[in-house]
């Protein structure tokens, strides 16, 4: 395929998406990731927050987290290039020791996963002792070593639940934490990181959730207010947040659900327009994806 080729590929997804001069040079870079792709015997995941022109052109696999670490198990290739952030790359890496993990952007870093330490996690264990740890998957591998399951933002609820406890630890994402403790009913608390005085222990508050202060830095920026002024203009618009959003924000949603789930119910459910709570890119994603869908982006609105 030329570059000529990857061009007019882009332009007929994405001529409404994305500028032409953009795809013009995206168009090459492209080209060239092929050619090494095929050259080297790879395979190629890509996360839902991609830039466009990018997402649509060089990835064999797309998808959220759990779907791509579930891609990179299967694969047969040697090399596995992981376009997401670093903690997605790990996972892959954890999945299939033998193999070469790539990570495009050294710099590609989450918010979450940079929140807390896997020497926070030993220390929570010290203060709840017996009180089993489910980790996010946006964390880091050292993390993930000190907890006892990992859950994606589809399946949080469940696999709390799954544990048959009465006490939970859930790190380190504070507004899923929130939500996971509405939907399962549970009481939650936000440990200081100092030990409480003598007398005023941690057990002998009334709990069955303990959280963390961790927040992802695109999520934790939409507010209620940002969804009354999007409604006040488009009345009509379905709202769908992430559950690493705010609780008032999910709330006041429409549907909450990881990626995958928003990406399913824009192909499932007729609306006359949509408004993803997410990584702006996403919703580009998704519309060109979806021409016939109408997609409002609150980096636009």
């Known amino acids: 395929m030329s570059v000529s080729d990857v061009y007019e590929d882009m332009k007929k997804r994405l001529r409404d998406v994305v ?22 015997n790879a395979v190629i995941l890509g996360h839902n927050y991609m830039e466009p022109a990018l997402f649509h052109s060089i990835p064999d696999y797309t998808g ?32 299939n020791p033998g193999k070469t ?19 926070d996690v030993r220390e929570l264990r010290q203060r709840f002792p017996g009180v089993p740890v489910v980790t996010y998957v946006n964390t880091y591998a050292d993390v993930k070593a000190e ?23 859930f790190l380190p994402d504070e507004y899923l934490a929130r939500n996971v403790a509405q939907e399962t009913g549970k009481q939650i608390i936000f440990p200081t990181r100092t030990p409480r005085p003598a007398g005023d222990a941690d057990t002998e508050l009334d709990f069955q959730l303990v959280g963390w202060h961790g927040k992802c830095e695109v999520h934790e920026k939409f507010t209620v207010e940002d969804i009354a002024d999007v ?7 379905v709202i769908l947040a992430h559950p690493e959003c705010s609780p008032e ?15 399913r119910y824009v192909e499932q459910v007729s609306a006359p327009r949509y408004l993803l709570l ?24």
């Open 19 to 40: 500028p032409d001069f953009e795809l013009r040079i995206k168009a090459e870079l492209a080209h060239e990731i092929l050619r090494l792709k095929q050259e080297r």
């Open 64 to 95: 959220d987290s759990l779907a791509l670490s579930r891609r990179a198990a299967e694969t047969d290739k040697e090399i596995i290039v992981f376009c997401g952030v670093r903690f997605m790359a790990e996972t892959a890496k954890i999945l």
């Open 101 to 119: 993990v790539l990570l495009p952007a050294k710099r590609a870093g989450c918010s979450l996963a940079a929140s807390i330490t896997a020497a």
């Open 147 to 169: 907890s006892d399951v990992c859950c994606t933002s589809s399946n949080a609820a469940a696999v709390v639940e799954s544990l048959g406890t009465s006490t939970v630890i």
């Open 231 to 237: 409604r006040a203009q488009f009345p009509d618009v």
């Open 249 to 263: 924000v999910v709330a006041a949603s429409d549907f909450s659900g990881s990626t995958a789930a928003m990406i």
């Open 278 to 301: 997410t990584e702006c890119a996403m919703g580009d994603n998704v519309a060109a994806a979806n021409p016939h869908r109408e997609m409002l982006r609150l980096c636009r609105v």
